[in-house]
């Protein structure tokens, strides 16, 4: 059964993430999960208390067993970059090698920022398959910086039965005019209940794509849980937009407003990674990209938490669905429930 704490940490965020209904979005939570576990297993007391209070005690579990099969193409690194002047629990560099993808680099931030900065983009740049060239902005690593927990995922998954090239065409999109827009009908599996429609995509690999559609304007996504678990199968005829999303994030603000603060402060307790007291996480950066077309979908995405010191370091009949208006897009482990992407679609 999909994790009911791991949906409402998805949709909470989102909607701190992208309270403007009318604009596009998109964001990683698998990505994102991964890199505050990390930060969770470095944390603690309040710092702790509040990372885990938004995943969810088990989220390292339902991370690690949402295994993409081998009928997809995926990649996932967790990588802690660290200066090397800053001293380090050797139990938690046990931590992160158990992480999928998990390993720690040494990284010279205090002598040459801007060089550390180039080798982690091209770090993620290679996880992702080039879709994420350059995570990390100018002056996102400073000499300040000591360390840097990054997490990269990449997801490639053809469906489980194709949209016929011959029938997409340009249809009406709300508020965007005419969109590509592909057709497919076929037994899908579908749910309906007040205020949202419901349409899940199997994909290869174990994974799936589901549709959340409002009834009305996107607005609150209170509903989307009790539609999921609508779903079931029957007919459906599914007209649905082509997708091209890459949207880069600062989520420090959004973390703030869900109650992920200590550890942006003095308070931060980070001594599970170092016995240095003074570490706290700068700021929490990412970006993803989602890619929809007749044969799947594709998917890349990466979170950088960057980390420095309070104090300045020395460095029936076929049912039609009509997706022609804003929407949520939501890419997750059909298993386990890991939600590997989610896209507010305003105008594809």
């Known amino acids: 059964m999909p994790d009911r704490a791991h949906l409402r940490f998805v949709l909470a965020l989102h909607d701190a993430i992208a309270p403007d209904r009318g604009r596009n979005a998109c964001w990683s939570p698998y990505s994102v999960a991964a890199a505050l576990g990390m930060v969770a297993r470095a944390a603690r007391g309040t710092a702790r208390r509040e990372v885990v209070a938004l995943l969810g005690e088990d989220h390292a579990d339902l991370l690690k067993a949402s295994d993409v ?13 660290v200066w090397e002047g800053l001293p380090l629990r050797e139990d938690f560099l046990a931590e992160v090698a158990g992480w999928p993808g998990g390993r720690v680099r040494s990284a010279p931030f205090r002598a040459d920022p801007g060089g550390v900065r180039e080798v982690i983009n091209a770090d993620v740049a290679d996880t992702t398959r080039g879709l994420v060239p350059r995570l990390l902005p100018p002056g996102a690593i400073t000499a300040d910086t000591v360390a840097t927990l990054v997490n990269a995922l990449y997801l490639k998954c053809a469906w489980a ?7 997409t065409a340009p249809r009406p999109f709300r508020g965007a005019g005419d969109v590509p827009t592909m057709r497919l009908e076929t037994t899908l599996r579908y749910g309906r209940t007040a205020g949202w429609e419901a349409v899940a995509l199997a994909a290869r690999g174990g994974v799936e794509a589901v549709v959340l559609l409002p009834a009305g304007d996107l607005g609150s996504t209170e509903g989307v849980p009790g539609v999921l678990d609508a779903l079931d199968r029957q007919r459906v005829e599914l007209f649905l937009p082509k997708l091209d999303l890459a949207v880069p994030t600062a989520l420090g603000d959004a973390l703030r407003a869900v109650g992920v603060r200590a550890v942006f402060t003095e308070d931060a307790g980070l001594t599970g990674l170092s016995p240095d007291p003074r570490l706290r996480v700068d700021e929490v950066l990412h970006e993803s990209v989602l890619r929809v077309d007749e044969q799947g979908f594709e998917g890349a995405a990466a979170t950088a938490v960057t980390m420095r010191l309070t104090s300045v370091v020395e460095h029936p009949p076929a049912r039609t669905v009509r997706v022609d208006r804003p929407h949520l897009l939501l890419v997750r482990h059909a298993g386990t429930g890991a939600v590997y992407f989610l896209a507010q679609v305003a105008a594809p």
């Open 161 to 167: 039965e194709e949209f016929p090239a011959r029938d």
């Open 69 to 81: 099969g081998d009928d997809a193409e995926s990649a996932v690194a967790n990588t802690l970059w």
